[in-house]
């Protein structure tokens, strides 16, 4: 059984940082894809960013372009969302999710992950 835990989220203002964590049990983060999704209220569910078994990553080039990394830590099984120069509109619940194959594909629609994290509100203050 796959468990993926996030945590970090919280009230930040305008310009601010914050570090995402997923914490996984039942499915090791360095054998699959794992990424992070956003959805505000009234809002479809967004790619945020992605990394493969083989350390490659994949942005939301047009919502992110280079103000969000995506990282693990093999040993800790944690992956990481370290997110800068945050705006009021990424204000959103923030989700981990793990695709359910080890190919080196990474998907960008929720449908291509299997297991998701309860989620972690941000909210960034203007």
């Known amino acids: 059984q796959v468990q993926l835990v996030e945590s970090g989220g919280g009230l930040v203002q305008a310009g601010g940082s914050l570090r995402l964590s997923c914490a996984a049990s039942?499915?090791?983060?360095?054998?699959?894809?794992m990424g992070w999704f956003r959805q505000a209220p009234g809002k479809e569910r967004e790619f945020v960013a992605a990394i493969n078994r083989s350390g490659v990553t994949r942005y939301n080039v047009d919502s992110v372009k280079g103000r969000f990394t995506i990282s693990r830590d093999n040993a800790k099984n944690t992956v990481y969302l370290q997110m800068k120069s945050l705006k009021p509109e990424e204000t959103a619940v923030y989700y981990c999710?793990?695709?359910?194959?080890?190919?080196?594909?990474?998907?960008?629609?929720?449908?291509?992950?299997?297991?998701w994290g309860q989620g972690t509100q941000v909210t960034v203050s203007s």
């Open positions: 039942g499915r090791t983060v360095s054998s699959y894809p």
């Open positions: 999710a793990s695709g359910p194959s080890r190919a080196l594909s990474i998907g960008t629609r929720p449908s291509e992950y299997d297991a």
